[in-house]
């Protein structure tokens, strides 16, 4: 009689950010090593309501390390914000005889995760967020792509800047964070960084670029998205200096491309670790890297605290800039 494999689970939640797909690919080829049945659901815990899903193999996660997204695809449920709708997803689950369930995601999907653990399902997360903002962990998956996009189309925004001689103020992506924000401006080389931790004054920063405009071709601000509207910065900074502002929102191109080397990496040690604390019995936690140590958090820590931006770095950033 052949005994019947053990079964896990896969889901990709909230915003896309590259890297999840290689933690798909990798969570399936080393869940099979270790013996399970490897279950991806489709759209995240609405798929876990729905019920949809496929059994993934090494096969069908090949060739897909090198693709931007996750081929799981994400949307938001807000019928999984209810018991209802997590009572349904739990039910599945059980009756798919799944023992244990991977979410990857940011905060929001690991306040998912938290409640059905609360229901006695099995559930390990690892995070993966272009603004990298989870607490817990120095990286998240996503973040060093992302970075590594706005590098690319900022170097391409100053080439013009100083071509015509302008100010640039460039809006990055990041919600209510500054993270992106500031390691792209010291990655860049910007002049100026606005982000919502830290207040800044408008009427100052003109003034500056009015003295230092005659020995530059450009100035570079980057805006976080939570900080500031990049047209209303450029708005004040053009009254206020007299000189020609541009604007540019990168939006949601942020969040795409083939995922960097770094990504791909942690996808593969996140992946095992999650794996290996399901076979030993561990839930209700986040996988996540702290001084190069892969560690695991507990999702309360993690979603009990607020992840602050490098402060000595946003420091460093302005004095190069100088």
Known sequence: MVKEKRRIAIITSGGDASG????????????????????????????????KFEVLDSNSVGGI?????????????EEFKCKTG?????????????????VVGGN??????????????????????????????????????ALNVIIDLVSK?????????????????????????VNTG??????????????VDLAKIAAQIKKHRAGKRHTLIIVAEGAASAAEVASSIKLLSGHEVRVSVLGHIQRGGSP???????????????????????SDCMVGIKSMRII???????????????????????TLSI
Not at 65 to 77: E, K, M, N, P, V
Not at 157 to 177: K, L, P, Q, W
Not at 265 to 270: E, G, I
Not at 296 to 314: G, Q, S, W
Request: glycine letters at 10%; one cysteine or more.
């Open 296 to 318: 695991k958090n507990k999702f309360m820590d993690v979603l009990e605290a607020k992840k602050d931006i490098d402060r000595e770095l946003y420091k460093l950033a302005h």
């Open 260 to 282: 960097s080397a770094l990504d791909r990496v942690l996808a593969a040690k996140f992946s095992k670790k999650a794996v290996d604390l399901l076979i030993e019995g561990e």
């Open 186 to 199: 010291i990655a860049c080389g910007a002049d100026y960084i606005l982000i919502p931790e830290i207040e």
């Open 108 to 145: 929001g999907s690991f306040r998912g995760a938290h409640d059905l653990h609360e229901q006695g399902i099995q559930v390990i997360g690892i995070p993966a967020t272009i603004d990298n903002d989870v607490a817990g962990t120095d990286y998240s998956i996503g973040f060093d792509t």
């Open 65 to 77: 390390i090198d693709r931007g997204g996750t081929f799981l695809y994400s949307a938001r449920s």
């Open 157 to 181: 925004i100053r080439d013009t800047a100083s071509s015509h001689d302008r100010t640039f103020v460039v809006e990055v992506m990041g919600r209510n964070s500054g993270i992106i924000a």
């Open 20 to 51: 999840m797909n290689a933690v798909i690919r990798a969570v399936t080829r080393y869940g099979i090593y270790r013996g399970f049945e490897v279950y991806g659901f489709y759209e995240g815990f609405k798929g876990l309501i729905n019920n």
């Open 86 to 102: 997590q009572k349904k997803a739990i039910e599945n689950l059980k009756n798919n005889k799944i023992e244990g369930l991977i």
